[in-house]
């Protein structure tokens, strides 16, 4: 006959018992994505989630489908749009931009720690 607490230490054990099995299971999964086959493997399968969608589009008849239309005429503008000349100046902008962030900023920080000087120590610093 089993008392009521040795019952309650046996579900204690099985309740255990189970979190382990679970616990090596997560660890096995682990160690797979981990591995070179793993990486691979998950991103074959995220590919797949990501394109599966738009495939139907895509295998759909043109006639009857408006997201294959719609895309066309997308990629019609913008290879229309979009020459070397304008692909160089839009670059040209972005990195012009950049650069004058980047001094912007370098200079606000300098000026920062001019003035914390001053405050601090009492003098000025260049």
């Given at each position: 006959?089993?008392?009521?607490?040795?019952?309650?230490?046996q579900?204690?054990?099985i309740?255990?018992?189970?979190r382990?099995?679970?616990?090596?299971?997560?660890?096995?999964?682990?160690?797979?994505?981990?591995?070179?086959?793993?990486?691979?493997?998950?991103?074959?399968?995220?590919?797949?989630?990501?394109?599966?969608?738009?495939?139907?589009?895509?295998?759909?008849?043109?006639?009857?489908?408006?997201?294959?239309?719609?895309?066309?005429?997308?990629?019609?503008?913008?290879?229309?749009?979009?020459?070397?000349?304008?692909?160089?100046?839009?670059l040209?902008?972005?990195?012009?931009?950049?650069?004058g962030?980047?001094?912007?900023w370098?200079?606000?920080?300098?000026?920062?720690?001019?003035?914390?000087?001053?405050?601090?120590?009492?003098?000025?610093s260049?």
């Open positions: 006959m089993l008392t009521a607490f040795s019952r309650e230490k579900k204690v054990v309740r255990l018992k189970e382990r099995k679970t616990a090596t299971k997560v660890q096995k999964i682990k160690n797979f994505l981990m591995s070179t086959k793993g990486k691979i493997a998950a991103g074959v399968a995220s590919a797949t989630a990501v394109l599966a969608p738009a495939s139907t589009a895509f295998c759909a008849d043109p006639a009857v489908s408006e997201a294959v239309t719609a895309a066309e005429t997308l990629m019609g503008r913008l290879t229309a749009v979009l020459n070397i000349t304008n692909i160089v100046a839009i040209g902008a972005g990195i012009t931009a950049c650069a962030l980047f001094l912007a370098w200079g606000a920080r300098k000026l920062v720690r001019m003035l914390m000087g001053v405050f601090k120590k009492g003098k000025l260049i």
